[in-house]
């Protein structure tokens, strides 16, 4: 009895362990869904926006939550199932050579509240997309996606601290191409809005300095050249200028169009002066502004909960 007891868990046992050579390399998240296969109510992004894994040998993992502005260094750990990356902890429902699903390690929580990510190897995930031929760089490039998307070294970083002290405002958008050695080429503008022609050219210059400094993008394991669009944007405000870096790109599996910081603004300033006009018994006053609240944010669960049925 004891023999078919050994036999019968012995599969289920070895199931349990996980390889961990399997985690080292690349992963970039491809879905996000609840545990129980709801979806993930997140306008800003912070779950099922852009999401890269970069784990190492030696317990070092790089992180980036934006597609070119590098990405941040931390440690982690597997034991048993649970990997713990930084302060988080997280148990692997699946880890293949090829694939990698994480959730989130809170077990006491219900199924509908607990994160489910998924992810794709980058050096093992195969693409269909087909580059186009670059007439200057007489090569062919590639768009920019989750997976083919190069990382910046400081390059953005370093841009955006050298541009914070000119004052001005307008935009200028950027095309560029970050060759398959690393090296950013064919740099243009595309179109400036407003922005001053001085102001212009330190915007270039900024760039052209900082042309070394990128990891290429790569299409089924192999690097190759990847064009991007960037626009930088000077806002004005009491305390000084504000430099922006708008990139135009949507993650595969996003779930929700993001809110502008503008437009969130004014949601959370709607929801708030319903909230008062509620602690002073103007319901009727309380419900346009939830219902205001709504119409810039939909995704607002507490005016939702408040505000008209």
């Known amino acids: 009895m004891k023999l078919i007891l050994l036999f019968i868990l012995f599969p289920l046992l070895a199931s349990a362990q996980i390889n961990e050579h399997f985690i080292w390399g690349g992963w970039v998240k491809t879905k996000v869904e609840m545990k129980d296969g709801s979806r993930v ?42 990997i713990q990356i ?72 370093h841009i955006e601290d050298e541009l914070q002290d000119f004052s001005g405002t307008g935009k200028i958008k950027l095309s560029l191409v970050i060759d398959k050695n690393g090296k950013m080429t064919d740099l243009k503008v595309l179109k400036n809005d407003s922005l001053s022609k001085r102001l212009e050219k330190k915007v270039i210059d900024e760039f052209e300095l900082q042309r070394v400094f990128w990891h290429p993008g790569y299409v089924n394991g192999k690097p190759v050249n990847v064009g991007i669009e960037i626009t930088v944007e000077f806002k004005r405000y009491d305390r000084g200028t504000s430099v922006w870096f708008i990139i135009p790109f949507a993650p595969i599996g996003s779930l929700y169009k993001s809110l502008p910081m503008e437009e969130t603004i004014k949601g959370d300033e709607a929801f708030n002066r319903g909230i008062g006009f509620a602690k002073k018994h103007e319901y009727d006053k309380a419900l346009a502004e939830f219902n205001k609240c709504l119409t810039i944010d939909d995704l607002n669960l507490d005016a939702y909960y408040l505000g008209p049925r």
């Open 41 to 82: 109510i997140d306008r800003v992004g912070a779950r099922a926006g852009y999401l890269i894994y970069a784990f190492g040998k030696d317990g070092d993992v790089f992180f980036g939550s934006n597609p070119v502005f590098g990405q941040g260094h931390f440690t982690y750990q597997i034991k048993d199932s649970i």
């Open 86 to 157: 930084a302060h988080g902890s997280y148990q692997v429902v699946k880890l293949t050579r090829d694939s990698l699903v994480l959730q989130d390690n809170t077990p006491d929580l219900p199924d509908n509240k607990i994160t489910r990510y998924y992810f794709a190897k980058l050096e093992t995930h195969h693409s269909d997309e087909k580059p186009v031929y670059n007439e200057d760089l007489k090569d062919s490039v590639y768009n920019t996606t989750q997976f083919t998307f190069p990382q910046s070294v400081g390059a953005l970083n």
